[in-house]
């Protein structure tokens, strides 16, 4: 069931191969964290070669704690060049012959048996070169949602690499290049080996497809640190291996007998030779200069879905017959309704069919690609992945306004309006900080039960760390109440605030930033209500390494960071209220002048309002 959620969700899916459920597996797989783990480090050139020296020679890299196996010495670090037979059974040397590019690839950390080569350069993203990859022969601990445990068996080609990228607005992007670059590559190689070609295909955002069963993925997640995005990439694909599902190489023989297999090498090295040409194209013209190649690759097309929206609390659910026209700007679905609405549709799960789910009039029902959700509609569900935090940041930069005759700073807010809306919002400043210093702090009536209403009240104190007493009163007249709420609501429709029902704030704690929502946004939260959490019991996240699912949002992060971001859907629903309804607001909230009043201190008639605290 999908149902409208109030937050762009952008799950990565992740490479599926085997879904480990005989509990005698599970013992096997938990022996083998025990077991000694050998990275092997190698590089392309002298330069590469000395730093994998100097990596072995500090004792740097680090596995996750439960796979480092407790206090023993389960991590051995050496150097591909120190044996003539190294235990892999990956061909280095044939892989650094067929790899041409200047950046990845080229430092490679090898592995006979990994839990996940996605964690070594997650963990270690800091000492690695950009560009660096990690290859397992075996991997035991695949990353999936909701917990799974996937292994992945030889002759499946594993690994991850590093990038870093400054402009948050094309990160989400990224995963359609990788994805595009995989395809690519395996014609290049077809063609250079003179077999048949194999039409791998995209299923959005990130599986790849050939002959109707799954063949491979991609997994993305990314921090943000030092004013760049670090990017830990991984790539699962059957290359030799013919279960769970389908391999290239069973692929070939069905079409030619007699074919030239492909090597786990060359298919690594083509991906990387082709990646790090499409990478160029994409960061210097933007994706758009790839789509028609992408759409060439990928499944859906004309593809027809039905949405499902759940009505309101109620147990209806309303279905709509939509066709997929294509990526939207913003990277997500875009499809038409047959009266001629346009949807722009969110994955929100990675969920497999049953049989009875599948292929029926040539319509497939919303699962048979993935779960998706529409961000038209009312406020929650809500539905969040703590991995995803990509496309969650991105929602600032997507609508940051851009700098103007090539200067640094952002056009002031009017310049795209005209008339006397625009003469009257010139006379305003542009957004800043109140010159009262304010903390904002939270009382919290959390219930256990999820289930129960939760409400948030907030605090406002003075630079004293006085909080502001209750009683007080307002200087400001209905009419002026009204006025500004009408110049208001008109403002905040032009400032780079993502206006859609469902835009969330992303949380700062999410990515590890020392600095404030405000800092983050480039603009200061204008105007914070006492707030009453109606959807939290709905907003969930599920924490890297917690030991539940599913937990409630405030509980994981800052109630004031919580606040802050249903501040924000709470100010798209006052946008579409009317100006009488929003005045009656500020009327009886107290912490309406600290946050609105600056907005409008160049406005005659609107900045005489002040706070009386008695």
Known sequence: MVSAVCGK???????????????????????????????????????????????????????????????????????????????????????????????????????????????????????????????????????????????????????????????????????????????????????????????????????????????????????????????????????????????????????TPVACELQREDVMAAFFNKFEYLYDIFTQQGFQSLEDLYYKSWLHSGQKVIVQERIDNQDKVMEELVTIQGLSVSGYLLATSEDGRTFELHPDGNRTPNNQQRRENNQFRLANLSEFTIISGRLGPFSFNYTTLIPILALFFLDTPKPINGGSGCAHPASVLSGHLRTSLLGMDTPKQSAEPVTLSSSDSSDDDDFKPQTKRLKCTDAAGEIFKPDFKYTSGEDVLLRKARMYQEYMKVIPVPTKRGSVIPFTSWIGLGSSIKQLYKQPLHYLTNIHLRELDHLRISPPGGEEDNRPLDSVVSPVKAEASIWLMEEVHRLSSSPHHLAKLWSSDRMYHVYIDPIFAGEKGLSSSRLVVQ
């Open 9 to 255: 969700v952008f799950p990565l899916f992740q490479y599926q191969l085997k879904h480990i459920s005989d509990p005698r597996k599970f013992s096997l797989l938990s022996s083998s964290s025990k077991m000694n783990t050998e990275l092997w480090l190698c590089g392309k050139s002298v330069a590469e070669t000395e730093l994998a020296q100097s990596l072995k020679t500090s004792n740097c890299l680090k596995l996750p704690d439960d796979e480092a196996g407790g206090n023993s010495p389960a991590l051995s670090v050496r150097l591909h060049s120190e044996t003539e037979t190294p235990p892999c059974e990956f061909r280095v040397n044939d892989y650094m012959n067929a790899l041409s590019t200047s950046c990845f690839g080229r430092f490679l950390i090898c592995s006979p048996r990994l839990g996940s080569t996605h964690d070594v350069v997650s963990l270690n993203f800091s000492d690695l070169p950009v560009g660096a990859a990690c290859v397992a022969d075996v991997q035991t601990k695949g990353r999936g949602r909701s917990k799974n445990v996937w292994e992945s068996p030889k002759g499946c080609l594993m690994f991850s690499f590093t990038i870093q990228m400054e402009d948050g607005r094309v990160v989400p992007l990224l995963q359609y290049v990788i994805s595009l670059a995989v395809t690519e590559a395996i014609k290049d190689l077809c063609q250079q080996n003179g077999t048949a070609q194999l039409d791998v295909k995209i299923k959005w955002p990130n599986d790849l497809y050939l002959d109707g069963l799954k063949i491979g993925g991609v997994l993305c997640t990314s921090t943000y640190k030092s004013k760049k995005f670090n990017v830990s990439t991984g790539i699962g694909l059957n290359v030799g291996n013919e279960k769970p599902t389908i391999c290239l190489n069973a692929a070939l023989r069905k079409l």
